[in-house]
């Protein structure tokens, strides 16, 4: 079920709990599980992009809304710092929804970052991931704050025509890539996802850009597809794909086509920073140069 670009958002109250162990899968590839922080469902972008994975995993929920029981999440966020000997220390908050979205709807992130500060504090290593396709705008409640080193701000970013033919309503490449720079200028960690890539188009240029800025890693990722989204997006965006090549795994790229375009936006960044991989297994990261035994992805501590 696709939600209507007119559809509303909404709040409401979660009544399930906030924080839950996310493992990754197919379990051969090389991600990192983390701890999912789940501030909402859907995304506050209109229209949603293209390709997103959300139209086939949240296929079940009726409406885009951000879960407005904020002081409860807080809690959940409080008792999860203070647990040690977990297996992760990173909470995404940027796995079921855009992280900064729907902050004009439903604020919350401010606060979020003011309870990570208190854990850096105390000499906790627990780190707050957040996740966006956001500019300037979506950005301002981090710009308004000080940095805080247990919180980490990726930017997902694309080719410039990619993203106005897929990502139309998130922000623009260079708004994102503007924001990056002002968090980064102001002492905030900054990671980049140049996800998903398309095969066919340039990323020399956002490329450049990327290692201008010096983030502290890049994940690369391709277009990618599981069988559920397979099933729900019709719109011939995936007919370049090869089909899954095991049970629940996911349509991709022919091999090939994905390792030139790892290799062309790894020499465009010029060794700038660690690159990862997004959802792909050993073979892969051994073939484009990189090392799965050390993986220095998005998702990583």
């Given amino acids: 079920m696709s939600i209507p670009p007119s559809a509303p958002l909404l709040t409401r109250p979660r009544k399930t709990r906030f924080i839950e162990l996310l493992r990754t899968t ?8 983390f701890y999912l922080l789940a501030h909402a469902n859907g995304c506050a972008f209109r229209p949603h992009c293209d390709y997103c994975y959300l139209k086939g995993s949240l296929w079940h929920v009726p409406i885009d809304s951000a879960f407005d029981n904020v002081a409860r999440m807080l809690a959940d966020v409080r008792r999860w710092i203070a647990r040690d000997n977990l297996e992760t220390y990173v909470l995404n908050a940027g796995n079921l929804s855009d992280s900064l979205a729907f902050e004009p709807i439903r604020p919350a992130v401010q606060a979020l970052v003011e309870e990570f ?13 957040l996740v966006t396709k956001g500019g300037v705008s979506e950005c301002r409640p981090l710009l308004e704050a000080a940095p805080c080193p247990n919180v980490i701000v990726s930017f997902s970013v694309n080719c410039a025509e ?14 994102r890539m503007d924001a990056a720079r002002r968090l980064k200028a102001a002492g905030w960690r900054v990671r980049i996802r140049l996800d998903p ?3 066919g188009y340039e990323y020399g240029s956002i490329a450049g850009g990327i290692r201008g800025l010096a983030p502290e890693r890049v994940t690369l990722g391709t277009l990618r597809a599981d ?4 099933r ?4 011939g965006l995936f007919g370049a794909l090869a089909p899954p090549a095991e049970p629940g795994g996911l349509a991709r790229y022919p091999l090939d086509t994905r390792l030139d375009l790892y290799r062309a936006a790894r020499a465009g ?6 690159v990862g991989l997004c959802e792909e297994t050993r073979d892969v990261w ?11 992805c998005n998702c990583a501590e």
């Fill in 26 to 33: 197919p379990a051969r590839t090389v991600c990192p599980n």
């Fill in 117 to 129: 500060r208190a854990a850096s504090a105390a000499g906790r290593r627990h780190t707050l991931l």
């Fill in 162 to 175: 990619v993203a106005r033919a897929h990502e139309r309503g998130a922000a623009a490449v260079a708004d």
């Fill in 197 to 199: 890539m398309f095969a």
């Fill in 227 to 230: 069988p559920h989204l397979l």
């Fill in 232 to 235: 729900v997006v019709n719109h």
């Fill in 269 to 274: 960044l010029g060794g700038v920073c660690p």
């Fill in 286 to 296: 051994e073939a484009a140069g990189l090392n799965p035994a050390f993986p220095s």
